[in-house]
């Protein structure tokens, strides 16, 4: 299996939204609704931000939404602020038991 | 309030093998809630799933890892353990432990431990 493919890089101006995809295959992304995103700040662990494809968990902003559109699946982040830049990383289960993540997206707030 | 703590050596020798534990706070590794997972990411690049593991001893693995990855758990000290096998520069990394949501038979880690780097060098 490869890893998700994800932009290495995305920006926006605050109060902007901005869009992420992960592109991946029928049989990781396309074939299951076991998507998650997690945000990650320098020098820190990852967040886990949306999981399922579109569910957030409890403490996460409803600024952060995640959809599926076939192969690939989308992070947005709607009224974006400052303290949204950092890398965001992509995860599907791919079968048998297996788990990959994207190569992760720097998110920019210029 | 759920913590975990990764500790072990931060340099081995090529060849060697890599030894890491993660102490947990708060929750037992018996829960029948979780399965608990490492992940690693190797300097500024993207994160890498090793395992996931559950108290009975049902344990997943990378299939690109999964002959050199042992995980093991100590439950009357609340901690489970990662060895890694004839270590090479490739497996220079940050390794975090983390509480795996293991949904449908995917894992979604919710609580991460702070990572520890581990360096492969002579």
């Known amino acids: 299996q490869s890893a998700l493919t994800q932009p290495p890089s995305a920006s926006g101006s605050p109060g902007q939204s901005v869009t992420i995809s992960c592109t991946g295959t029928?049989?990781?992304?396309?074939?299951?609704?076991?998507v998650s995103w997690y945000q990650q700040h320098p020098g820190k662990a990852p967040k886990l931000m949306i999981y399922e494809v579109n569910k957030r968990p409890s403490g996460v902003p409803d600024r952060f939404s995640g959809s599926k559109s076939v192969n690939t699946a989308s992070l947005t982040v709607s009224g974006l602020q400052a303290e949204d830049e950092a890398d965001y990383y992509c995860s599907s289960y791919a079968g048998a038991n297996i788990l990959l993540f994207g190569g992760g997206t720097k998110l920019t707030v210029l | 309030q759920l913590q975990l703590q990764e500790s072990g050596p931060g340099l081995v020798k090529p060849s060697e093998t890599l030894s890491l534990t993660c102490t947990v706070s708060?929750?037992?590794?018996?829960?029948?809630?979780?399965?608990w997972g490492w992940i690693r990411q190797s300097p500024g690049k993207g994160l890498e799933w090793i395992g996931s593991f559950y108290f009975t001893g049902d344990t997943y693995f990378n299939p690109s890892l999964k002959s050199r990855v042992t995980i093991s758990l100590d439950t009357s000290k609340n901690q489970f353990s990662l060895q890694v096998t004839s270590v090479t520069a490739a497996d220079t990394a940050i390794y975090y432990c983390?509480?795996?949501?293991?949904?449908?038979?995917?894992?979604?880690?919710?609580?991460w431990g702070q990572g520890t780097l581990v360096t492969v060098s002579s």
């Open positions: 029928n049989s990781d992304v396309g074939g299951y609704n076991y």
């Open positions: 708060g929750d037992s590794i018996s829960s029948r809630s979780y399965y």
């Open positions: 983390a509480r795996d949501r293991r949904l449908g038979s995917n894992s979604q880690f919710d609580v």
